[in-house]
């Protein structure tokens, strides 16, 4: 097959997800965004992301997911749903839900938003805010639900469980019931970026885990037609990785604030690679043709044991940003994955998981080095 055959087999992405903005209220110490956040001068102009959101259209794209940081900090936010859902483009919010207030969503579903994702920190509102760092966090975030359920929006509550919530996850279940919701995600920490620095302050226990997986299995079994309940394990336990985002370049586009086109939230981290921007590139063009896309996509790129394992089209290797934080080199295989050579570093890590956690090092925007603190600076707004 020529390359160019090869090429246009390639299937256009499911979803495209917009960090709009570095910018966020909370310093939640599991933050999926980089170490090195971007700042509001670097963020692109809404026009750029009109014309991306008009070339996701033709591409193919199904989904576009507003992230962040926190998107609604970034004000032309209205306008890009718009532009999505004229595009006939289902649109998801990604959230905080703390900025949420009853105007900006009335502003938000006119413009015709389809769905929200509240983050939660816990169900336990002083140690929900003690997570996210910011005083009344967990209060705004549940008037945030019911307003989203009361404008008529499909409504996901997204938890991310650790060591300090996950005897809490019965009552995280009950709260989506409660709030209408029609998802709930119990998601474990995926230990890259902050959240491998806090790695220590937030492994659970093996005990833990089995029961975090008992509550969410009793609550699929009990709400079976009338709530899903999507649940995301920790790698550090699992004996085969996860799909990182259903394989590199395979489902989803990531855009950072300055318009850099990614695979993953993640791959900056990532030494050797020129991400190519949507400032210069057609989205087409980086999805068919940019070799950072290319480079590990499906098999080929396979060391062994995944080039002959039967996952391989499963779990493609697992997630790339994970082998090169734990070993250094991005191609090897996740060390996750109990037949990786690499696999001892994941069970060290395990094996040495401390008694006492220590205290979390927030996620804050000012400099690019961490740093520890004994307890969160919370802020109030
Ligand atoms: Fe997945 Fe590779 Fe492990 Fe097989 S060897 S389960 S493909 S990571
Ligand atoms: Fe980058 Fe998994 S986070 S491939």
């Not at 079976?224 to 995301?232: F, S």
């Not at 098999?299 to 790339?320: K, V």
């Not at 191609?331 to 956690?357: K, Q, S, Y």
Request: with cysteine; proline share 7%.
């Amino acid at each position: 097959m020529s390359p160019m055959n090869a090429q246009s087999q390639i299937e256009p992405p499911l979803g495209l997800i917009l960090e709009l903005t570095h910018r966020c209220p909370l310093q939640c110490p599991y933050c999926s965004n980089p170490l090195a956040l971007e700042r509001a001068h670097d963020e692109l102009p809404a026009a750029i992301w009109l014309d991306v959101l008009d070339q996701a259209a033709a591409l193919g794209v199904m989904q576009v997911h507003f992230s962040g940081g926190e998107p609604t900090a970034y004000q032309a936010l209205p306008r890009l749903v718009a532009r999505a859902a004229d595009r006939g483009i289902y649109t998801n919010l990604i959230t905080s839900g703390v900025t949420l207030d009853r105007a900006r969503l009335a502003r938000l579903a006119e413009a015709g938003l389809d769905h929200v994702q509240i983050s939660f920190q816990d169900v336990q509102p002083d140690s929900a805010d003690r997570i996210a760092g910011y005083a009344g966090a967990h209060a705004r975030k549940l008037a945030a639900a019911a307003r989203v359920r009361e404008a008529g929006l499909a409504l996901t509550l997204n938890f991310v469980v650790h060591r300090h919530n996950a005897q809490r996850v019965p009552r995280m279940i009950e709260l989506g019931e409660e709030l209408g919701a029609g998802r709930v995600e119990i998601a474990h920490v995926q230990y890259y970026g902050w959240g491998l620095i806090n790695r220590a302050a937030l492994l659970p226990t093996r005990a833990q885990l089995d029961a975090v997986t008992a509550a969410v299995e009793a609550g699929r079994a009990r709400l079976k037609g009338k709530l899903v309940i999507d649940y995301v394990v920790p790698d550090y336990y699992a004996r085969r990785p996860k799909a990182c985002m259903g394989g590199w370049a395979r489902r989803f586009i990531n855009v950072s604030p300055a318009g850099r086109a990614l695979p993953c939230q993640a791959a900056e981290t990532l030494p050797g690679f020129e991400f190519p921007s949507v400032r210069d590139r057609s989205l087409a063009e980086i999805w068919q043709r940019d070799p950072a896309f290319a480079r590990f996509r499906g098999t080929e790129w396979m060391p062994e044991p995944c080039r002959s394992c039967e996952r391989r089209e499963i779990d493609w290797g697992g997630c790339r940003c994970q082998a090169f934080a734990l070993t250094g080199d991005a191609a090897r295989t996740d060390p996750a994955c109990a037949l990786a050579p690499d696999h001892e570093l994941i069970l060290a890590a395990v094996a040495e998981r401390p008694a006492t956690p220590p205290a979390f090092v927030y996620r804050r925007m000012e400099g690019t080095q961490p740093s520890r603190t004994a307890s969160a600076v919370i802020t109030s707004k």
